[in-house]
């Protein structure tokens, strides 16, 4: 049986704290002291949308994937995003906007009573934390619990920093930008 889609975003936006649902102009809006954080529609083709409000700097990103992200009439100019639903529809992805767009809306207080957006980690700021886990481990002595770090970190160096990590001496690990 197939997904119902206004009833997944309906399930995810109606979730967060004094969330409603009104109707619009024919179709569900969902909102937060009267001001909407999910907007649903249809495109030209007859495809269920929604729209939401992106965090700063994330709009051209999605916009820059293509389909199903596209410029919705009137708010995009404001930093909303649409977004198409249907069977290739990434749920993670889609409840991941209407939470930050939430976010975006809901008064501080409502906002943070979700908690903080978790931010992305570079890849460098990834490896730096693997394998600042792996020379803790040698410096106390324990053998590190996941050997591949340091030659994961290694092999993707090629378009960013070096490490060079050695495991019998973790005195003479390097890091070069």
């Known amino acids: 049986m197939a997904l119902d889609p206004l009833q997944a975003v309906r399930d995810i936006a109606l979730g967060f704290p004094e969330a409603v649902e009104k109707e619009t102009a024919g179709h569900p809006t969902y909102r937060v002291r009267d001001k909407v954080f999910v907007g649903c529609g249809q495109d030209e083709e007859g495809r269920t949308t929604i729209t939401v409000k992106a965090v700063t700097g994330e709009q051209g990103?999605?916009?820059?994937?293509?389909?199903?992200?596209f410029l919705p009439k009137y708010v995009g100019s404001r930093g909303w995003v649409g977004v198409r639903l249907d069977d290739e529809t990434d749920w993670r992805k889609v409840h991941e906007l209407i939470i930050d767009s939430y976010r975006e809306i809901a008064p501080g207080p409502l906002a943070m009573s979700i908690g903080v957006r978790s931010a992305e980690r570079s890849r460098a700021a990834a490896a730096f934390v693997a394998?600042?886990?792996?020379?803790g481990e040698l410096v106390e002595g324990k053998p590190p619990k996941d050997q591949q770090v340091a030659e994961d970190v290694q092999e993707d160096a090629d378009d960013g920093p070096r490490i060079a990590l050695d495991p019998d001496d973790p005195g003479s690990s390097t890091v070069e930008l």
């Open 61 to 69: 990103t999605l916009l820059a994937k293509g389909d199903p992200y």
């Open 131 to 135: 394998v600042g886990g792996v020379i």
